[in-house]
C-alpha cells in the first residue's frame, strides 16, 4: 500500500486542470446539425458541434459547460467574456477575423442549391440568373448571391422560413450550407439538393483576441482529434464526412447513427395521439421559459412602478435642475429602441465598468425603459388630482411632500392603474427582447421548438397560451384593485 | 384714506394683517390692507366680487403669499418686504399656520378617504398623533358637527351641508385658534346653509375667532360682532352690524347693502 500516497498525488496534481471548466458560447436556436435541442428530448443540447468542443474539452481536461447567446450576440459575448470559446458554424472569413481569432478548421463544406422537387435544370449559379434565390441573412451564401447581379436574393433569420418558402412556391431556389441543406431540405419530400457544391467554407472556433495560449491548446487537440480519427467519427456519426470535410479517409466508418436519430424524431407524426405526446413532453421547457418571462417581468416592473412615480413626482414638484433632467431621462428613454437600451446595457456598460449578469441585465433595461412610460403616466394621473386638495392639505399645515403622498399620490394611483395594467401585459411582451442576453424565455423557447419540429402551428398555439395565463391573473388582479381604489367616487357615479 | 381696523374691547388681537399688498400680473389685488381680530370675534368680510376679500383671507394663513405687508397670528409674524419666498419663509409659514383652520367653499374634502380619515388625516400626519387618540378627537368633532353616523362613508356620498360640516370638523382636529371660512355656504342649496352656519354659531359660543368671506348678509348681520365692508383691494369700513346696517359711514357700503335688503 506504499504506492497509496504517491497516486493520492497525482490525483491532486491532475484535480486544478478539471476543476476550471471549459465555457463554450452557442445559439441553441440556430439549428440542426450544428448546436440543438435534441428533438426527441428537448433538455438535451447535441450536434455535431456539440460533440466536437465537449471531445476537445475532455482532452483539454475541462469540463465542457454550454452558455447559450443569440447567434447574432455570440462574437460580442466573446469579447465580453462570457464564455471562453464559442462554436456554431462561425465561417473563418476575414470580416470575422478583424473581430475574434479562430482555432485551425474542424470543418469544410460548401453551399447548396436546393429546389423543388418538380423543377430542373436550376442546378448552378449561373442557371438561376433571373430567379428569386433565398438564404440566410450576412451568410457567406448570401454574399456569393449578391456578387451575381442577376438573381433576387431575400434574406432569412431561419433557414426552416427560407425551406417552406421555397415548397410554397415563393422562391425559386434556396442556396445555404451543405449540412442546413442536408438536415432541413433533404428530409423534406417537396426538395431536392442539386448541383456541384458552389464555393467553399471552413467553420473554426472563435476565440477573443489574446487567448492565445487557449487557442494554441484547442488547435492541438484538433489536430490529434484529426490524427487519430475521432473528428471523423463524429462527422461519420452526422452523416456529414464528405470529401471536402475531412479530407482522405483513414478507413474507419461508424454509421450515421447521430443523423438516423435526427430523422426517426423530425419525422411526421401522423397520429394525433402522438402529436399530443410530443407537445406535452414541451411542457417542461415552456413552464421554465414562462416563469423566467414571469420573474423578469415582475421584477422590472416593480422597478418601472418606484422608478416611474419618483421621475412624476420629481418633475411635477421638484426643483427646476431635477425637474429638467427627469424630462430629459423620460424624452431620452422614449425616442430610442429598447432592444438598442438591453444590448447597450448589457454589452455597453462593462466598457464603463459596470458589469451586470443577463438576468440583473434584462430586469434593469425593461425596468429602465417602462419606468419612463410609468412617469409619464403617472404625470398624467398627478395633473388630474384638482388642486382644491393640495390646497386643503397645506391649509392642513401638510407640507408640500406629505400632501402629495397622503393626497395626490394616493388619488393619482386610482386613475392610473388600468393604464398600468395595460403596461404590465405589455411589458410581459417585451420581455421577449431579452433573449438577445442569453435569457431563454417564452419566445426564444417557440424559436427553438417550432425550427426543430418545423411545427410553427403547434408551438405558437402553446407558446401564446402560455403568454395568456401569465397575463390573465394581473387582468384580474388589476380589476379587483381598480374597484378597491375607486371606492368613493365611484359610489358617487352610482 | 382707509379705515383701520382696531381690536375691539373684548380682548387683545389675534391676527393682526399689516398694510398687504398683492397683486396677480400686475394687477393690484390687495392695497394696503390692514385688519386686526381679537380672540373669540367672528369678523364677516363683505363685498363686490373682485374686491379681493378671498385673496386677503387666504394670506391669513399664506395659501396666498403677499407681496409686502406683516401677516401675525397668535404671535407668529411673517413679514413680506417683496423678495424671494425662500425655505425660511416657509417654515414660518408652517408656524404661523398650525394656529389657522381653513374651510373652503368647495369642501375639498380628501375623496379617496373615508369622513373619519379625513378628520384623523392631519392630526396623524402633521402632529404625529397616535391612532387611536386621533380617532377619539376626530369622534368627538363629528358628534359636535352632528355626523358621528356617516364617519365611515365617503365624502362624495354626502349631502354638501355634511361635506362642509365634516370639513369644519377636519380643520379643527389641529385645535387651531383660528378659523377662516371662504364662502363656506355659496355652493350650497338654501335648505342646507343653515345646518352649516349653525355649526358657526357654536364656534362662536364656544370662543373660536372665526373670520368669514361671505354673501349671506342674515348670517354676517345676526352673527357677526364686526363686519368689514371691502372693495378695490381695501376695507371701507367696518363696523358692529347694527350700527353698518343702520348707518352706513360711507356711500359705496350703502350702495352695496341695498341689494340685500
Known sequence: ?494 | MEATAGPDETGPAIVRARELHKSFDGTPVLQGLSLDVAEGELVSLIGPSGCGKSTFLRCLNLLEIPDRGTVSVAGISVQRTGGRWGRGDEEQAHRLRRGVGMVFQGFNLFAHRTVLDNIMLAPRVVQRLPREPARARAMALLDKVGLSDVADRYPATLSGGQQQRAAIARALACEPRVMLYDEPTSALDPELTDEVLAVMRQLDRDGMTQIVVTHEMRFARAASDRIAFMQQGRIVEIAEPASLFANPAHADTRRFLKHFL
Open chain 1, 1 to 494: 500500500m506504499r504506492w497509496l500516497p504517491a497516486l493520492c498525488c497525482c490525483l491532486l496534481l491532475a484535480m486544478p486542470a478539471a476543476a476550471e471548466p471549459l465555457r463554450w458560447g452557442a445559439d441553441a436556436q440556430s439549428g440542426a446539425p450544428y448546436v440543438f435541442h435534441d428533438p426527441a428530448e428537448p433538455s438535451r443540447l447535441t450536434g455535431f458541434e456539440t460533440d466536437i468542443i465537449e471531445a476537445v474539452a475532455h482532452r483539454l481536461g475541462r469540463g465542457p459547460v454550454m452558455v447559450q447567446n443569440d447567434w447574432d450576440g455570440l462574437i460580442p459575448g466573446l469579447q465580453r467574456g462570457l464564455y471562453d470559446a464559442a462554436i456554431d458554424g462561425i465561417e473563418i472569413t476575414p470580416e470575422h477575423r478583424q473581430a475574434v481569432d479562430f482555432s485551425i478548421p474542424y470543418f469544410r463544406t460548401f453551399e447548396q442549391i436546393v429546389v423543388r422537387r418538380d423543377q430542373a435544370g436550376l442546378d448552378s449559379l449561373a442557371a438561376l440568373r433571373g430567379h428569386v434565390v433565398g438564404t440566410l441573412k450576412a451568410s457567406l451564401a448570401d454574399r456569393i448571391l449578391q456578387g451575381e447581379p442577376a438573381i433576387a436574393v431575400r434574406t432569412y433569420d431561419e433557414e426552416t422560413n427560407a425551406y417552406s418558402d421555397l415548397a410554397l412556391h415563393r422562391l425559386d431556389a434556396v442556396l445555404l450550407d451543405w449540412p442546413i441543406a442536408l438536415y432541413y431540405a433533404a428530409p423534406d419530400t417537396r426538395l431536392k439538393l442539386v448541383g456541384a457544391p458552389v464555393g467553399d467554407l471552413a467553420y473554426g472556433i472563435a476565440f477573443a483576441r489574446g487567448q492565445d495560449a487557449l487557442r494554441g491548446q484547442v488547435d492541438q487537440a484538433l489536430r490529434d482529434m484529426q490524427q487519430d480519427g475521432s473528428l471523423r467519427r463524429i462527422l461519420q456519426r452526422w452523416n456529414l464526412a464528405s470529401p471536402q470535410a475531412v479530407g482522405p479517409g483513414l478507413g474507419i466508418t461508424v454509421p450515421s447513427s447521430a443523423w438516423q436519430h435526427y430523422l426517426a424524431a423530425t419525422a411526421p407524426i401522423p397520429g394525433l395521439a402522438d402529436r399530443l405526446r410530443r407537445y406535452a413532453s414541451f411542457l417542461p421547457l415552456i413552464a421554465r421559459a414562462a416563469g423566467l418571462t414571469l420573474v423578469v417581468s415582475a421584477c422590472a416592473m416593480v422597478l418601472a412602478v418606484v422608478l416611474g412615480l419618483i421621475l412624476a413626482v420629481t418633475r411635477r414638484y421638484g426643483p427646476r435642475p431635477l425637474a429638467f433632467l427627469a424630462m430629459l431621462y423620460v424624452e431620452i428613454v422614449r425616442g430610442t429602441p429598447l432592444l438598442i437600451q438591453i444590448l447597450f446595457i448589457f454589452y455597453g456598460l462593462p466598457g464603463l465598468g459596470i458589469r451586470l449578469d443577463p438576468f440583473l441585465a434584462g430586469v434593469v433595461a425593461l425596468g429602465l425603459n417602462y419606468g419612463a412610460y410609468e412617469a409619464e403616466n403617472y404625470r398624467a394621473g398627478l395633473q388630474s388630482v384638482p388642486l382644491g386638495q393640495v390646497e386643503a392639505a397645506v391649509a392642513l399645515n401638510m407640507t408640500q411632500m406629505q400632501a402629495v403622498r397622503h393626497v395626490v399620490v394616493p388619488q393619482a394611483f386610482r386613475l392610473v392603474v388600468p393604464v398600468m395594467t395595460n403596461d404590465f401585459i405589455s411589458l410581459l411582451k417585451d420581455s421577449s427582447l431579452v433573449s438577445v442576453i442569453t435569457l431563454t424565455e417564452l419566445s426564444s423557447t417557440y424559436v427553438r421548438l417550432s425550427t426543430t419540429y418545423f411545427d410553427y402551428l403547434g408551438t405558437g398555439l402553446l407558446i401564446g397560451a402560455a403568454y395568456l395565463l401569465l397575463g390573465l391573473p394581473f387582468v384580474h388582479l388589476a380589476r379587483l384593485a381598480e374597484r378597491r381604489l375607486a371606492r368613493g367616487v365611484g359610489e358617487a357615479r352610482r
